[in-house]
């Protein structure tokens, strides 16, 4: 009797599983969200254990999402599949002054509209992964992430004022100004386990993007553009691509030691059409190369460290790396184009402006302790430069990439042996960047530029995850 109730205890769980990932599967599938900047607009981390722990993940797989970090470390987490939520907050708000920032006259913040996944500026940003282990070699694996970023302001005009933020002389074509950038990847994975010592893994990646813009038209007449077609509210325009990632992992001192590196192409994307007088190179969008180095260490059964450092080179994509307008240079907008005025040199063009920003260096660091065979627990730090430079303030008020710091923890309840729950806090400092405008306080001296700009934001999100083992 005993024996027959197990089984049938065991088939039931057998459904429950199947139910549930099929309900993750659809989820992940229809609920790609836009994802607030982070570490640049890439997110800190993927899945709640990683999250919870600053991001880390290169060295050592933790759950289905060890695909988006490096398919080496599929090999260590058997057959899984992982989905999760987070709730995620990031106000940011831009002051922009006449005069210098102690006599500010305008200071607006970022109020998202609502959709199906945000509500008053609090966005839901879902994910998923998992991984299949076919032997004792070969495991196969995927995993569904996202990024992004996302602002709108006011910009209908004040009573008297005939110019409001890009509102130029009240030519922006929309009583709103903002854009909305959302990216997809879907690493399809496998991991080839060589030896005890070293695995290696693949994947192709499968990119997805979509992206609108309003409230812009005024470029033209700022001179920053030759044309307002395929410029500004536009609606939303779609891009596909695809890229690789190659990982290898290391086990050592007994594998107390784990080594990882991971190395993930350009995703080359199609241009955005719909807005190809905007963006660099006739609406090119790439998602950056990026690789990163990570290390795992247990000095004991129950504890283990982990760190990470990444290189994001977002200066590499044109429509993010290049500069302007500049205003280190208020005759000189395009610093690229010196005494040109041509169309290349313009929004849209093989060397149009773009938003400045620099490679990012990020530095992630974990701790996670076995507290007793069910519960473990995390903490964990991230760190990343600001990209934004002072002198290329101005196209980065729609993009305000303003976070550095990052501290996070989050523990997991394994409910059975094929049922785990995890939970997940990430707190990021708020951080201001001030630089200058084009646009200098009136009577101000040409020859000294004044910081009349600020953007500001921080962040909050409380994750979610679910783990289900076979």
């Keep these: 009797m005993f024996e027959k109730e197990m089984l049938m205890r065991s088939s039931n769980m057998k459904q429950l599983s199947k139910k549930l990932l099929a309900t993750a599967m659809l989820a992940g599938l229809i609920a790609p969200s836009i994802a607030q900047a982070t570490n640049g607009y890439f997110l800190m981390g993927f899945g709640t254990k990683s999250r919870s722990m600053g991001g880390v993940g290169v060295a050592e797989g933790m759950d289905g999402f060890a695909a988006a970090y490096n ?53 839901l ?17 995927f995993a569904f992430i996202g990024a992004g970023m996302g602002t709108q302001y006011n910009q209908a005009l004040p009573a008297g004022n005939s110019s409001y933020f890009f509102n130029f002389n009240g030519l ?18 496998i991991a080839y386990k060589m030896n005890k010592q070293h695995t290696v893994g693949a994947s192709f990646v499968i990119g997805a993007q979509i992206f609108e813009a309003w409230g812009l038209k005024a470029f033209t007449e700022l001179d920053f553009g030759i044309s307002q077609e395929n410029l500004s509210n536009m609606g939303t325009d779609t891009s596909y691509g695809a890229g690789i990632r190659l990982g290898w992992q290391g086990k050592f001192l007994n594998e107390d030691l784990i080594v990882g590196v991971n190395y993930s192409s350009r995703v080359y994307m199609t241009e955005f059409k719909d807005y190809s007088s905007l963006f660099a190179e ?41 500069p302007g307008p500049f205003s280190g240079n208020r005759t000189e907008f395009n610093p ?14 093989d060397k149009g402006m773009g938003f400045g920003w620099s490679n990012q260096t990020v530095y992630k660091l974990g ?35 303003t976070i550095e710091k990052h501290a996070t923890v989050g523990a997991t309840y394994d409910f059975s042996e094929s049922i785990e729950l995890s939970a997940s806090y990430v707190h990021a400092f708020e951080n201001t960047v001030e630089g200058q405008s084009l646009f200098q306080p009136e ?11 600020a953007l500001s934001m921080k962040q909050r999100s409380i994750g979610f995850g679910l783990g289900i083992k076979w």
């Design 71 to 123: 398919p080496a470390t599929m090999a260590d987490i058997g057959t899984r599949f992982d989905m999760s939520a987070d709730i995620f907050w990031a106000p940011n708000v831009v002051t922009h002054s006449d005069g210098t920032l102690s006599e500010t006259t305008i200071v607006e913040e970022s109020n998202f509209e609502d959709t199906g996944f945000s509500k008053s500026g609090i966005f």
């Design 125 to 141: 940003l879902p994910g998923m992964g998992g991984a299949y282990q076919y032997n004792e070699e070969i495991t196969f694996g």
């Design 172 to 189: 922006g074509g929309d009583d709103k100004v903002g854009i909305k950038l959302m990216q997809v990847q879907i690493p399809l994975s």
């Design 282 to 322: 006739q609406g090119d969008f790439d998602i950056p190369e990026n690789y990163a180095l990570g290390i795992a260490y247990k000095p004991t059964d129950d504890l283990a460290l982990k760190f990470d450092v990444q290189q994001i080179n977002f200066s590499d994509v044109a429509s993010v790396g290049n």
């Design 336 to 349: 690229l184009c010196p005494g040109q005025d041509t169309p290349e040199c313009k929004l849209g063009g």
């Design 367 to 401: 701790v996670e302790y076995d507290f007793d065979s069910k519960l473990t627990v995390r903490g964990g730090l991230n760190y990343g430069a600001v990209t934004i430079s002072p002198d290329n303030i101005l196209f980065n008020m729609l993009a305000p990439a």
């Design 443 to 453: 009577g101000s001296n040409p020859d000294v530029i004044t910081n009349n700009v």
